[in-house]
């Protein structure tokens, strides 16, 4: 079965680093765009990265622009978020996200839990 899991999300200081990882299995994940959300309670999904499906192509959120970096492995498949100069507004539960671009269905994780507070 397709399953996306998310790992790495916990409290860290205003001004720390997380690395969120997405391990992938049961697709080929290589066809795939692959994209981080994340949602604060009572708000909807941001679109927070993006990164193409051969890894040669990132977007990102003005929010989170220079400071977080959207990586991709796909001989291991699994995808990155690397998070730097953490703000209390990052606070959020982060989902993986794999795009089929139109051409086959989106997967979702159930995310992690990302508190950014001192």
């Known amino acids: 079965q397709v399953q996306l899991v998310e790992s790495g999300g916990m409290l860290v200081q205003p001004g720390g680093s997380l690395r969120l990882s997405c391990a992938a299995s049961?697709?080929?994940?290589?066809?795939?765009?692959m994209t981080w959300y994340r949602q604060a309670p009572g708000k909807e999904r941001e679109l927070v990265a993006v990164?193409?499906?051969?890894?040669?192509?990132?977007r990102y959120a003005d929010s989170v622009k220079g400071r977080f970096t959207i990586s991709r492995d796909n001989a291991k498949n699994t995808a990155s978020l690397q998070m730097n100069s953490l703000k209390p507004e990052d606070t959020a539960v982060y989902y993986c996200?794999?795009?089929?671009?139109?051409?086959?269905?989106?997967?979702w994780g159930k995310g992690t839990l990302v508190t950014v507070s001192s």
């Open positions: 996200n794999a795009d089929g671009l139109g051409k086959f269905p989106n997967y």
């Open positions: 049961g697709f080929i994940f290589s066809l795939y765009a």
């Open positions: 990164i193409t499906s051969n890894g040669a192509g990132t």
